[in-house]
């Protein structure tokens, strides 16, 4: 985000006109729900609903015949900077009181939770990511961004770039994955995807990135749990995606709720400061997540809402997200010299600095004809973006006896409540979308024309109904079974301790196996699965996620062969809960986990990861051979023969790692630093080049310097993190 000379004058000469209060006005971002901001958080909502006290009808009905409060007298008094909300022409009705009846004529910003797209929802971050597809990732933010504006929406709280290594975490369906490297690239692309688009103020927003920093190693899983870490681990696996987003512009950042070595990232001025503005050089402003300010007291690192305001804005915190406390207590605080002006302007400056970049002061408004255009339904293009992501982001996991793909002469008995239950598809934190856009797995195979006969027997709730399971057992040629989790069982505090197949789906398989026909597993669920018992005795599973408005016809397409499965896990999968947290890129330990008694793993429990990252398959295979490593100057460049030596097609995704075999601190049993999806015809072969720049082969020390030691290397090439080849090089910088 670069602010030309005209915009940077702007900003000083209101900097200039504005009063205290005025100033304290702009740091305040408030919602609209008279619910209170956040009284009543979405998730209870949802289970208001699931016993049965709310239906969703009632819901939808309550919402759009209440009233809600948009601030107009605060906003009329100058005391409000940005809103949460997505209905525009409510948002165009407040923003003209801001710029037509406020004395300075600021515009208002609005924000909204737009993780994985607003109305065209396209898959949860944990998929997409294991689509490995650069593109796509900055496609899908464009139309997100696009679609956001269309809405009143100019500032996304997205992209979420926690980088988690515990399925138990149920936020870890909203990021993408346990790598840094990955994480960082998918940073990158949604940033560009959401900011870069300036031919018209109505194709860009400012990006949020969140949640900063350290939230995805919440101990235990837990959500809002607390993370203690050696400044090592925080540069070399938390910050390398905000660090991209940084390089990239992103226009802002919102603080976690965890604490960071005992302090809150709401009021961490070594997070803050020290590192994301003045190291990482944020241009915009840091934000609090909702209600981190007031948690400060409860965290027990601030008295009272006095001081735990002093301590935020001292720290760096730029605006308070509906706990309401800077309006109440910053103004004394300043009179009192607590908090310098200077700290009130440097925050302003760059919430207003956002504001002209955007350019909500020349374009404040969204127009009518866009507001009439999403009323009317989505464009085809965002449609078929969203089944393309959706293709790309399902990953095969096992495929014995080639049960798939299947072909549409067979009668396909499709099972499990979770297939027809189009508003499972969206995943958590989707806000926008409409049911009438969504496409059950059930839909998707009628829409492929399949002989297809539907029973739901059971789902990841609620007891089993025996009389469909009955029948299912007497239909089909072959049986699909979607089963997992429900959205609700994965997002925010939707943390688990056993993350194992829920309700009794586990029970409906084996009767299901019973019949002796071929059985798939598709998966829904937002977070990887401790599958060991499914993976023995299921003979083909399919991890299929939940991919958003068109999951159902990207199901089919991929199950029916007319798409080659394409997606690699962006986390590594338990064989059981005790395993938690997995992750490929561990420590060796001096004792790694062997077949002596006395090696790092458990003894009632293989010591290997079920399905590693990376790890994806096709409906062809691939080959590798001839690694070769050159040393240049400045870089390395490998190469690596790719041969496709089934008799289908197929999309291959070539990924790069590297081990630094000795170092002054202990480094990772494997590292990704490269991958590119490949295509290639059955029989067809092709040479794989990479080059990896030297200056990326280092890492940060304990004081947080980046360092570069000579040394022996090891470089691997192949699939997923676990199966490669290898090549040992000794490099000097």
Same mark, same amino acid.
């Given at each position: 985000?670069? *602010? =030309? ?102 515009? *208002? ?60 975490? /149920?936020?870890?369906?909203? /990021? ?11 940073? +990158? ?29 919440? +101990? ?30 992103? @226009? ?50 601030? +008295? ?38 200077? @700290? ?82 969206? /995943? ?47 239909? &089909? ?112 330990? &001096? ?15 293989? =010591? ?22 050159? +040393? ?102």
């Amino acid at each position: 985000m670069t *602010l =030309t000379e005209k915009q940077k004058e702007k900003v000083d000469s209101l900097l200039k006109e504005m009063t205290l209060d005025e100033k304290i006005g702009q740091m305040n971002l408030e919602s609209t729900s008279i619910l209170g901001a956040f009284g009543i958080p979405l998730a209870e909502i949802r289970k208001m609903a699931k016993d049965g006290r709310l239906t969703r009808e009632e819901i939808e009905e309550m919402m759009d015949n209440t009233d809600c409060d948009y601030h107009e007298d605060e906003v009329r008094e100058g005391r409000l900077g940005a809103i949460i909300a997505s209905d525009p022409r409510r948002a165009n009705e407040t923003q003209r009181i801001a710029v037509e009846e406020s004395r300075l004529k600021i515009p *208002l910003i609005f924000g909204y939770d737009v993780i994985h797209g607003m109305r065209t929802v396209y898959p949860i971050a944990l998929a997409e990511a294991g689509s490995f597809d650069d593109e796509l990732f900055e496609e899908t933010a464009r139309m997100a961004a696009k679609e956001s504006r269309a809405y009143g929406v100019m500032w996304d709280f997205a992209p979420m770039i926690d980088v988690a290594r515990d399925a138990r975490w /149920g936020r870890v369906s909203e /990021g993408p994955g346990e790598d840094p490297y990955l994480a960082s690239r998918f940073a +990158e692309r949604k940033i560009r995807g959401l900011q870069n688009d300036r031919s018209d103020t109505q194709n860009y927003v400012a990006a949020c990135t969140k949640h900063y920093v350290a939230y995805g190693a919440c +101990e235990g899983g837990r959500d809002y749990n607390t993370t203690s870490m050696a400044v090592s681990q925080l540069y070399n696996v938390y910050l390398p995606p905000f660090r991209a987003a940084m390089a990239e512009g992103a @226009a802002s950042a919102m603080a976690s709720f965890n604490d960071l070595n005992g302090v809150p990232c709401t009021a961490n001025s070594y997070t803050l400061r020290d590192i994301l503005k003045d190291e990482l050089a944020l241009g915009g402003f840091a934000v609090s997540d909702a209600n981190g300010i007031k948690e400060c007291i409860v965290h027990g690192y601030a +008295e009272d809402s006095a001081d735990a305001v002093i301590k935020s804005v001292n720290a760096g915190l730029d605006m308070d997200m509906g706990s309401h406390l800077y309006s109440k207590e910053l103004k004394s605080a300043v009179e009192s010299g607590a908090v310098s002006l200077s @700290a009130i302007d440097d925050a302003v400056r760059r919430i207003l600095s956002v504001k002209v970049w955007l350019g909500l002061f020349e374009h404040p408004y969204v127009p009518e004809e866009v507001i009439e255009s999403y009323e009317k339904g989505l464009p085809a293009e965002h449609i078929a973006l969203a089944r393309k992501a959706a293709q790309e982001s399902i990953v095969l996991l096992k495929n014995e006896n080639s049960v798939l793909p299947l072909n549409r002469t067979q009668k396909i008995c499709l099972v499990g409540s979770l297939a027809g239950n189009a508003e499972e598809i969206v /995943g958590s934190w989707a806000m926008g979308w409409k049911k009438r856009d969504c496409v059950s797995v059930l839909d998707g195979f009628k829409n492929a024309g399949a002989k297809v006969q539907y029973f739901p027997c059971c789902g990841p709730e609620g007891e089993m109904n025996e009389d469909e399971l009955s029948s299912a057992l007497e239909y &089909g040629d072959v049986i699909v079974a979607v089963v997992g989790e429900t959205r609700d069982m994965s997002g925010e505090a939707s943390s688990k301790a056993d993350i194992t197949l829920p309700g009794r789906q586990r029970e409906m398989l084996e009767r299901l196996l019973e019949t002796g026909k071929p059985v798939v597993a598709v998966l829904m669920n937002g977070r990887p699965l401790a599958l060991k018992w499914e993976s023995e005795k299921i003979p083909a599973i399919v991890e299929a996620w939940q991919l958003g408005i068109q999951m159902g016809n990207a199901v089919a397409d991929v199950l029916l062969g007319d798409v080659a499965p394409s997606g690699r896990l962006a986390s590594s999968f338990p064989m059981v809960n005790g395993q938690c947290p997995v992750y490929y890129n561990h420590p060796n330990t &001096g004792r790694p986990a062997g077949m002596s008694r006395f090696s790092s793993k458990y003894i009632d429990e293989e =010591t290997f990861i079920l399905y590693p990252f990376g790890y994806g398959l096709s409906y062809t295979e691939f080959k590798y051979s001839d690694l070769c490593v050159d +040393e240049k100057a400045d870089q390395l460049e490998m190469s690596v023969m790719l041969k496709n030596i089934g008799s289908a097609n197929g999309t291959e995704v070539a990924q790069l790692y590297i081990r630094d075999v000795a170092a002054s601190l202990v480094r990772p049993v494997k590292e990704l630093k490269g991958y590119k999806r490949i295509t290639l015809k059955a029989g067809e072969e092709k040479k794989v080049s990479f080059s990896l720049k030297k200056q990326d082969m280092g890492f940060y020390d304990n004081n947080g310097k980046y360092v570069l030691e000579d040394g022996l290397f090891r470089i691997f090439v192949g699939g997923n993190s676990r199966d490669t080849l290898m090549q040992e090089i000794t490099v000097e910088f």
